[in-house]
């Protein structure tokens, strides 16, 4: 890691800067100033981030503005209003019946919404709900996301969720890298001018008055989102020998990161993400790219192949 991690840091130098965001759902998230209407744009960003970005960006802006239609108060107001009167989910069913994301239907998205608007009633907010789970002797966030899931799914039961809902909840303990999960939990556990860390210690919004005394989220515990471009770079890059990416090599990678970050590890996810979704890291040496590519002196595919020539 000494040796790549300077190369790292010049990536994110590069990438991790608001200019990106028009290539990311976490975009919508920074149209928003109230920080409920973050926290629920932030949910539903996070959990509709698999398929290729225009089309998520694409079901995002279809979902919110299917939410502005039935509320002009915005998200927050419409999510809240779920929980409080029976007729109000029978509405949401019916503004969402030709809603479709892929291996997701209109229903699911109102049983999550219910779920978020569960939360914000019983415990003040979805992030005090979390962060109850989470110990601040936790290395990681994997004890609090197995936890807030397990509670999601059995409500999601008594809301009579369809198959395809359960898609959207994905655990630890199931062994799945859980890519959107580790995704949200890193926006709100970093700030910087990408990341809003509405859950963080630098968080200073009415939000963190729900909060159990003293949690926050720390940058530290948060665990490497791993998706297909993440993945496949860590993997030139030997961040993990592993060839399936779940939890473990997810865990992995955040160890090997932390090696040279310790205090925030995750810090190289948006820069990572932006060479695959720019597609500026294909899946095959490219001397015209990665000789221009910061990862090239550690990297085993782009640099290998670049010593070899
Ligand atoms: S050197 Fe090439 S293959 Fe390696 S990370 Fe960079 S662009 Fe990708």
Not at 47 to 75: D, F, H
Request: proline content about 5%.
């Amino acid at each position: 890691m000494k040796k790549l991690g300077p190369f790292l840091d010049q990536l994110a130098l590069r990438y991790s800067d608001a200019h990106y965001l028009s290539s990311d759902p976490l975009e919508f998230v920074h149209r928003y100033q109230n920080p409920w209407d973050q926290e629920a744009v932030a949910l539903l960003a996070a959990v509709l981030a698999y398929g290729n970005v225009k089309q998520i960006r694409a079901s995002v802006a279809s979902a919110l503005s299917l939410i502005q239609q039935a509320e002009p108060m915005g998200p927050a107001v419409w999510v809240r209003g779920l929980a409080q009167s029976p007729g109000a989910r029978r509405r949401a069913e019916a503004l969402f019946s030709d809603y479709v994301h892929r291996f997701n239907v209109g229903a699911d998205l109102v049983v999550l919404f219910s779920l978020l608007s569960r939360s914000w009633q019983r415990h003040g907010s979805m992030g005090s709900h979390f962060l109850k789970g989470l110990a601040p002797e936790d290395a990681t966030i994997e004890r609090a996301l197995n936890g807030l899931i397990r509670d999601w799914k059995n409500e999601a039961s008594e809301l009579g969720a369809l198959d395809s809902f359960h898609y959207l909840l994905t655990a630890p303990e199931d062994g799945s890298c859980c890519k959107r999960w580790c995704m949200f939990l890193r926006w709100m556990g970093r700030k910087d001018g990408v990341d809003p860390g509405l859950w963080s210690a630098e968080a200073n919004s009415e939000l963190i008055r729900t909060f159990p005394a003293g949690r926050r989220l720390r940058a530290d515990q948060l665990v490497m989102p791993l998706d297909t471009h993440t993945g496949r770079i860590s993997q030139y890059l030997g961040l993990t020998e592993r060839k399936s990416l779940g939890w473990k090599a997810a865990i992995e990678i955040t160890e090997k990161l932390r090696q040279w970050e310790p205090r925030d590890p995750v810090r190289y996810d948006f820069a990572l993400a932006r060479l695959g979704i720019l597609d500026l890291c294909q899946k095959r040496y490219r001397v015209e790219i990665c000789s221009q590519c910061e990862l090239r002196p550690g990297c085993r595919f782009g640099g290998a192949k670049e010593r070899r020539a």
